[in-house]
């Protein structure tokens, strides 16, 4: 496995168990950025900020865990891409509304660009709107 691929696989882990950034900026660049066009994410702009807001995600849904689909590497582009589905139902406090007990089954995607060994941005693709309908906020 190269090593960009392994670094990846760690970072995706750590921000996807909600380690937060202290648990994923080993892997990437200080300032690295980020991307993603859904409205939920719309203020988001680091990866650092992603890695909080998905650490803070586990408040109201602490059960939330993902199911990997595919990883790959495309060493000429120096990028690795996950698609995955997270899980979760929102049984703690912290969300827009009271727990519901609703649960989310939402595909989504990671390509993470690398520079120099660590990630230098990543792209999310999901659509927020079917997640937050399922959890019974929208």
Not at 4 to 32: P, Q, S, V
Not at 72 to 92: I, K, L, N, P, Y
Request: charged letters at 20%; glycine letters at 10%.
């Amino acid at each position: 496995m190269s090593a960009m691929l392994e670094t990846a696989k760690l970072f995706f882990d750590a921000c996807e168990t909600g380690k937060g950034w202290d648990g994923c900026k080993e892997h990437c660049r200080a300032d690295a950025t980020f991307s993603a066009q859904a409205g939920a994410l719309a203020d988001i702009d680091t990866l650092e900020g992603y890695c909080a807001w998905m650490q803070a995600f586990f408040t109201p849904v602490p059960d939330a865990h993902y199911e990997l689909k595919f990883f790959g590497a495309d060493e000429g582009r120096s990028a690795v891409t996950a698609v995955a589905v997270f899980h979760g139902t929102q049984t703690g406090p912290g969300g827009p509304v009271p727990a519901t007990g609703n649960t989310v089954a939402a595909d989504y995607a990671y390509c993470m660009e690398f520079d120099g060994g660590r990630i230098k941005h990543m792209t999310k693709v999901w659509n927020d709107t079917i997640s937050l309908q399922q959890l019974g906020w929208a």
